[in-house]
């Protein structure tokens, strides 16, 4: 069936959804096809009068064809992004399990500070004079993050979590250039276990990857370590808690086995939600460690930005931080923006990670947070969050199998595809028909060095009812896939506007160019 647009309506291929529609709409759920599809070259959607004749002072350079971007009516291009954004699922709709993500809430009150004209409508190129408030508050939410991880100084500038670990690896980079190593500390050793952003980090500088096995327990054991460590290794990048929701009890030892060596101690701080007010990673023996605000500090993630991804930095490490260097002269702070001026106070900069200061408006929701939880919410939201998780893990390990076996986890629940076996249910399949049942899936087939592997973390967001009504659609789905009801979970999603999408030809074969479709007419002939 066409729809309106001429388009074949997806929502009735479903064999649940057999009764079709004229204009391909099912109910309130609308098709929105693409603004090109929708919008007329010749319209636009404002009234302006033609300018009096002047004369261009473009030379030959003038163009002489339309742009080809369509014309909407402001009614027209609110519908569209309204009934996009009603696809979207979000941390506002419902629970987003996703494992080593850190989906909370984002609490109202800090948009509401962020949009406070002070901070939202200022510019990166104002003098410094006129922006001192918002050099303050990144000066004090500097104090917070050093204060929480226990290290002497921190890079503000990183605009994400893969973002800060290249910063905090530029800075390693500078330390062992420095020290006149850099021809012989060439290898860095990533944990099987590890994110893809850590060896590809690591990559990207130009280093050698060296994988540490992980042990049946899901830990790196301190050994293993030691029997890698040498003269070329340069780092180790390890994640605690760890992505398979564990916490490293080696890392003290792999810190002083690593310095021993020379080398330095990256810590991965994605799940830095667990352990907010209980740990120190500075106490740890950490030379660097990204703080993902948008995960720990709860400023949205937004499709991939705009995040933050400060860089707190090791007494080892501080001097080679990037420019900008927020400095403060009596009551008044200044931004360092000159690698000469940094020299002459001592300082190496490795040079820079991003234009200007990085993300203000992420900095003034972190702040507000901080400030509205206070050193003891803090705490307690990282006890919540390793409660909730452990909460999940206890209402379905007795369907779900658990890799490292049955025993605490710290803020994420991991499950493996064992308990699948023989049903012809794979781990992809039941993530699929957890749409079905309105909830978002959790992190599938990660960390590497699980099989099928499931991380689920709920967030200390979540309330009991919320953690109820998840465990118990799970479990609900888990009895349905052991009892041989293959089609609810290999037909999945059978609800959702869209069915299974081929994500490896989408990958390889990105489409990212709209082309006019040949007219109908055209086609026939
Ligand atoms: C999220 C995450 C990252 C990358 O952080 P981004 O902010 O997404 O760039 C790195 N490591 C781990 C373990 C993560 O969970």
């Known amino acids: 069936m066409l729809n309106r647009q001429g388009r074949p309506s997806q929502a009735g291929d479903s064999g649940l959804h057999s009764i079709k529609t004229f204009t391909g709409n099912r109910a309130l759920e609308q098709v929105e096809p693409l603004l090109f599809e929708i919008g007329r070259l010749e319209a636009t959607g404002v009234d302006l009068d033609e300018p009096a004749a002047f004369t261009p002072r473009l030379g030959g350079l003038v163009r002489k064809d339309g742009i080809g971007l369509p014309g909407l009516s402001e009614p027209e291009t609110m519908r569209h992004f309204v009934r996009l954004s009603q696809k979207n699922y979000a941390i506002d709709t419902g629970i987003f399990p ?22 939202a409508d200022i510019h990166p190129l104002q003098p410094q004079s006129t922006v001192q408030g918002a050099l303050d508050l990144i000066a004090q939410l500097k104090d917070w993050l050093k204060e929480l991880t226990g290290m002497p100084d921190v890079d503000m500038t990183p605009k994400a979590g ?41 990559a990207l500088i130009g280093f050698t990857v060296k994988p540490v ?18 003269p070329d290794i340069a780092a180790i990048m390890l994640t605690n808690p760890n992505t398979c929701g564990l916490f490293e009890k080696d890392i003290v030892a ?19 939600n667990a352990i907010v007010g209980k740990v120190r990673p500075g106490d740890l023996g950490v030379d660097a460690m990204h703080i993902n605000l948008h995960k720990t500090f709860s400023t949205p993630h937004g499709g991939g930005g705009p995040g933050a991804g400060p860089v707190v930095l090791s007494d080892r490490l501080a001097a080679f931080a990037p420019l900008p260097l927020l400095e403060k002269n009596g009551n008044s702070f200044a931004l360092c923006e000159s690698e000469k001026t940094a020299e002459a106070r001592g300082a190496h900069p490795y040079g820079r990670i991003t234009a200007f200061q990085g993300q203000m408006g992420m900095f003034v929701r972190a702040f507000a947070y901080m400030l509205s939880h206070g050193a003891d919410g803090m705490r307690q939201a990282s006890e919540d969050a390793v409660l909730n998780a452990n909460y999940i893990r206890a209402g379905l390990r007795d369907l779900m199998s658990q890799p490292f076996g049955d025993k605490p ?12 076996k023989e049903t012809g249910v794979t781990t992809l399949d039941f993530a699929k028909a957890m749409i079905d049942e309105g909830f978002h899936p959790m992190t599938m087939y990660f960390p590497l060095v699980v099989h099928g592997a499931m991380l689920i973390e709920p967030t200390e967001s979540e309330s009991k009812a919320s953690l109820d009504l998840f465990v118990a659609a799970l479990r609900d789905l888990a009895m349905a896939a052991k009892a041989g009801d293959t089609e ?24 990212l160019k709209w082309v006019p479709p040949t007219p109908l007419s055209e086609a026939a002939e």
């Not at 810590?267 to 830095?272: E, M, V």
């Not at 803020?411 to 308990?419: G, K, N, P, T, V």
């Not at 037909?491 to 074969?509: I, V, W």
């Open 98 to 119: 996703l494992g080593s993500c850190t989906m909370k809430h984002n609490p109202r009150l800090n948009e509401a500070m962020a949009r406070l004209p002070g901070f």
């Open 409 to 420: 986890c710290m803020h994420e629940a991991l499950f493996d595809d064992q308990w699948l």
């Open 213 to 230: 096995p992980a042990r049946e327990n899901g830990l790196v054991h301190v050994d293993d370590v030691k029997a890698l460590l040498g």
């Open 254 to 272: 792999i810190a002083d086995a690593v310095h021993a060596a020379g080398a330095f101690f990256y810590c991965d701080g994605a799940n830095f």
């Open 488 to 511: 609810r979970f290999t037909q999945a999603p059978r609800l959702a506007p869209r069915r299974r999408l081929d994500e490896t030809l989408a990958a390889r074969k990105p489409v």
């Open 162 to 202: 893969a973002h800060g670990e290249l910063s905090g690896m530029m800075a390693i980079k500078a330390a062992i250039i420095a020290k006149g190593e850099a021809a012989t500390r060439t290898v860095v050793l990533v944990p099987e276990s590890a994110h893809g952003t850590n060896p590809a980090t690591a």
